[in-house]
């Protein structure tokens, strides 16, 4: 299950891609890569969620014309219930990727200037 980041409203033989949140099988990166969902022929909307299922053909992912492909509010829980434990997948956004290395940065500094701050006034101590 994941939620589309771009949409296949004007042209149906498309790739979109996906942030991927649960994973039955395959690999996430794969997906973000994008699915061809032409075969679909279902619009698929930026920001929404879906549930779909694909495979891989030549060389790329490409999704399945079953029919089970479906946005994720018209999923029923039997459906749900027949996929059996889905793996999560926990990412950083790009904000909080770029929050994160900040709070790196800063605690690296703080590490640093503490350090010193120590070294100094030990100094400071022993020429007493």
Request: glycine share 10%; charged share 20%.
């Amino acid at each position: 299950m994941g939620t589309a980041l771009n949409s296949n409203t004007l042209n149906y033989n498309f790739t979109v891609a996906f942030s991927v949140k649960t994973l039955w099988k395959g690999s996430a990166d794969r997906i973000e890569k994008g699915i061809l969902v032409g075969n679909m022929w279902k619009d698929i909307k930026t920001g929404q969620d879906y549930l779909i299922f694909a495979s891989q053909r030549d060389g790329h992912l490409e999704a399945n014309i079953c029919g089970n492909s479906k946005e994720w509010s018209e999923v029923s829980q039997k459906q749900v219930n027949g996929l059996g434990t889905g793996k999560p997948i926990f990412e950083l956004s790009g904000k909080n990727k770029n929050l994160f290395q900040w709070f790196v940065f800063v605690t690296f500094l703080l590490a640093i200037g503490g350090y010193l701050l120590i070294r100094y006034y030990r100094e400071r101590r022993m020429r007493r």
